[in-house]
């Protein structure tokens, strides 16, 4: 059967090209810039710029800046005022989401190496979970404080 003996090695040619660009689309992007206080400081496309408030990174939770991060397959927690505009920056390769677990709250979309349009922060002072609609093992918290 020289087919099935043909098979095989084309499957693991397509399996192993397939593993190189998977690992490949998850790669850093080297936008961002340091803020010296373990945070991180990205220029979206306008020229504005947006602390990314991670404090799982010793970042300081600027509320007036609002940005959740996308970083490869990880969401950044986020502290904004009540009302304020939120977005998605997404410093990937991936297209990821930020979408609140509670409906209708917020629901933040963006490709890989850009940033959302806005969307505002809940007016009531809390915690709100979201995730990324596309890859369900990224979580995070949006905390409001004010």
Do not use: K, W
């Not at 220029?43 to 404090?55: F, H, L, N, P, R």
């Not at 800046?65 to 304020?84: H, K, M, N, Q, R």
């Not at 596309?134 to 995070?140: G, K």
């Amino acid at each position: 059967m020289p087919t099935r003996s043909l098979f095989r090695p084309l499957l693991a040619t397509l399996f192993a090209t397939l593993l190189v660009v998977g690992v490949a689309a998850c790669g850093d992007d080297d936008d961002a810039q340091a803020t010296g206080d373990g945070g991180t400081t990205t220029a979206d496309d306008s020229g504005g710029q947006y602390d990314s408030g991670d404090t799982t990174s010793g970042g300081d939770a600027d509320a007036a800046e609002g940005a959740i991060v996308a970083v490869d397959f990880e969401l950044s927690d986020t502290t904004v005022a009540p009302g304020a505009e939120i977005v998605l920056q997404n410093d990937g390769a991936t297209r990821h989401t930020a979408t609140s677990d509670e409906d209708g709250l917020f629901d933040l979309e963006a490709d890989g190496g850009s940033t959302s349009d806005p969307g505002t922060a809940p007016d009531e002072p809390g915690d709100y979970t979201f995730h990324c609609e596309i890859h369900s093992s990224m979580t995070a918290t949006l905390t409001v404080e004010g």
